[in-house]
Protein backbone atom coordinates (compact mmCIF):
# COMPACT_ATOMS: atom_id res chain seq x y z
CA UNK A 1 0.00 0.00 0.00
CA UNK A 2 1.36 3.68 -1.10
CA UNK A 3 2.25 5.75 2.00
CA UNK A 4 3.01 9.23 1.76
CA UNK A 5 4.84 11.50 4.02
CA UNK A 6 4.57 15.27 3.68
CA UNK A 7 7.30 17.66 5.06
CA UNK A 8 8.65 21.25 5.24
CA UNK A 9 8.44 24.22 7.06
CA UNK A 10 5.77 25.72 9.06
CA UNK A 11 6.25 28.89 9.12
CA UNK A 12 6.41 31.09 6.43
CA UNK A 13 6.78 35.26 5.62
CA UNK A 14 4.77 36.91 3.72
CA UNK A 15 5.82 37.11 0.12
CA UNK A 16 8.18 34.07 0.22
CA UNK A 17 8.18 30.90 -1.23
CA UNK A 18 6.65 28.01 0.41
CA UNK A 19 8.10 24.39 -0.04
CA UNK A 20 6.82 21.44 0.70
CA UNK A 21 7.83 18.04 -0.47
CA UNK A 22 5.77 14.55 -0.19
CA UNK A 23 7.54 10.84 0.14
CA UNK A 24 6.33 7.76 -0.83
CA UNK A 25 6.88 4.63 0.03
CA UNK A 26 5.30 1.33 -1.02
CA UNK A 27 5.09 2.89 -4.88
CA UNK A 28 7.04 4.58 -7.38
CA UNK A 29 5.90 8.25 -8.30
CA UNK A 30 6.65 6.40 -11.94
CA UNK A 31 4.14 3.79 -12.33
CA UNK A 32 0.95 4.69 -14.51
CA UNK A 33 -1.41 3.56 -11.36
CA UNK A 34 -1.41 6.97 -9.90
CA UNK A 35 -1.14 10.65 -9.97
CA UNK A 36 0.22 12.70 -7.28
CA UNK A 37 -1.65 15.30 -6.29
CA UNK A 38 -1.39 18.51 -3.42
CA UNK A 39 -4.56 19.41 -1.67
CA UNK A 40 -5.12 21.80 1.01
CA UNK A 41 -7.53 22.89 3.92
CA UNK A 42 -7.66 26.30 5.16
CA UNK A 43 -8.78 27.24 8.69
CA UNK A 44 -12.52 26.54 8.62
CA UNK A 45 -12.90 26.00 4.95
CA UNK A 46 -13.31 23.04 2.47
CA UNK A 47 -10.59 21.14 0.40
CA UNK A 48 -8.94 22.85 -2.28
CA UNK A 49 -7.26 20.77 -5.24
CA UNK A 50 -3.53 22.74 -6.41
CA UNK A 51 -2.44 20.54 -8.94
CA UNK A 52 -0.86 17.33 -9.96
CA UNK A 53 2.20 16.02 -11.40
CA UNK A 54 1.39 12.63 -13.78
CA UNK A 55 3.72 9.79 -13.74
CA UNK A 56 5.23 11.23 -16.86
CA UNK A 57 5.96 14.21 -15.29
CA UNK A 58 3.70 16.37 -16.70
CA UNK A 59 1.92 18.74 -14.28
CA UNK A 60 -1.73 20.61 -13.88
CA UNK A 61 -2.58 23.01 -11.87
CA UNK A 62 -5.78 24.83 -10.11
CA UNK A 63 -6.09 28.23 -12.23
CA UNK A 64 -6.76 29.45 -8.68
CA UNK A 65 -3.38 29.52 -7.92
CA UNK A 66 -3.07 32.30 -10.90
CA UNK A 67 0.39 30.45 -11.76
CA UNK A 68 2.13 30.57 -7.96
CA UNK A 69 2.21 27.03 -7.82
CA UNK A 70 5.00 24.61 -9.39
CA UNK A 71 5.12 20.62 -8.74
CA UNK A 72 8.14 19.07 -9.40
CA UNK A 73 9.84 15.44 -8.72
CA UNK A 74 12.83 13.56 -7.67
CA UNK A 75 12.46 10.11 -9.04
CA UNK A 76 15.91 9.02 -7.53
CA UNK A 77 14.46 10.01 -4.00
CA UNK A 78 10.21 8.62 -4.71
CA UNK A 79 9.22 12.39 -4.03
CA UNK A 80 7.39 15.38 -5.58
CA UNK A 81 7.26 18.54 -4.24
CA UNK A 82 5.25 21.85 -3.87
CA UNK A 83 6.53 25.41 -4.36
CA UNK A 84 3.94 28.12 -3.88
CA UNK A 85 5.15 32.15 -4.60
CA UNK A 86 4.06 35.13 -3.21
CA UNK A 87 2.69 33.99 -0.37
CA UNK A 88 -0.07 35.85 1.87
CA UNK A 89 -2.28 35.30 4.99
CA UNK A 90 -5.18 33.60 3.12
CA UNK A 91 -2.14 30.70 2.19
CA UNK A 92 -2.32 29.41 5.39
CA UNK A 93 -4.08 25.95 5.35
CA UNK A 94 -3.46 22.00 6.31
CA UNK A 95 -1.65 20.91 3.21
CA UNK A 96 -1.69 17.47 1.95
CA UNK A 97 -0.70 15.33 -0.94
CA UNK A 98 -2.33 12.27 -2.05
CA UNK A 99 -2.72 9.93 -4.58
CA UNK A 100 -5.12 9.76 -7.40
CA UNK A 101 -6.47 6.93 -9.36
CA UNK A 102 -9.68 6.69 -11.51
CA UNK A 103 -10.78 10.21 -10.49
CA UNK A 104 -10.18 9.02 -6.86
CA UNK A 105 -7.90 10.28 -4.00
CA UNK A 106 -6.75 6.94 -2.38
CA UNK A 107 -4.11 7.95 -0.11
CA UNK A 108 -3.59 10.65 1.81
CA UNK A 109 -0.69 11.99 3.83
CA UNK A 110 -1.58 13.02 7.67
CA UNK A 111 -0.87 16.40 6.42
CA UNK A 112 0.97 19.77 7.53
CA UNK A 113 0.59 22.59 8.59
CA UNK A 114 1.40 25.80 7.53
CA UNK A 115 1.12 29.50 8.82
CA UNK A 116 1.98 32.59 6.44
CA UNK A 117 2.83 35.05 9.13
CA UNK A 118 5.83 37.57 9.49
Known amino acids: QVQLQESGPGLVKPSQTLSLTCTVS??????????WNWIRQPPGKGLEWMGV???????YYSPLLKSRASISRDTSKNQFSLQLSSVTPEDTAVYYC??????????WGQGTQVTVSS
Open 98 to 107: ATESGDCFGS
Open 26 to 35: GGSITTSDYA
Open 53 to 59: IAYDGST
